[in-house]
């Protein structure tokens, strides 16, 4: 990422801090809206899972300067993911659904050059997260052989 698309990544979710819980609903209600059977993937109970949704995002963004730092755990829940069901083409959906409630959330102040930004950090990460996958499918195929 260039570092001006970073700091507006940053910038705009500084914006976002004091209404991360209802980011999180807004991203949710979206999802589950445009991709109904992605719903199965989650428990009944959503408020934990906002939380570690919140949580990953704020960790992300602060390290996205510094990517190699956070790459290990951006892995790690690439391989996670995989475990629950998550396939490539859901990333596209997730990633469709994260931009719209950030347009939702930051209005105005989601610019052409804000969104360009977001979409480069979230096309970065989601790409580290399915290699991992990947990985890791393709190391159990050779286990089984």
């Known amino acids: 990422m260039h570092p001006n698309q970073v700091k507006l990544v940053q910038a705009s979710f500084a914006k976002l801090q004091p209404m991360l819980p209802e980011v999180a609903d807004l991203f949710y209600a979206r999802l589950f809206e445009i991709a109904p059977n992605l719903r199965e993937l989650f ?19 602060a390290k996205l300067d510094q990517i190699d730092k956070i790459a290990f755990a951006v892995q790690g829940l690439g391989r996670r993911h995989a475990q629950y069901g998550v396939k490539d083409a859901h990333y596209t959906i997730v990633g469709e ?7 939702q959330s930051l209005g105005p102040a989601f610019t052409t050059a804000v969104r360009d930004a977001w979409v480069t950090a979230y096309t970065t ?21």
């Open 43 to 61: 428990g009944k109970d959503m408020a934990d899972q906002k939380k570690k949704f919140t949580g990953m995002l704020a960790a992300a963004v």
């Open 97 to 103: 659904a994260l931009i719209w409630s950030l347009c």
């Open 125 to 145: 990460l989601a790409t580290v997260m399915k290699e991992a996958a990947r990985a890791q499918s393709i190391s159990e195929l050779a286990e089984t052989h």
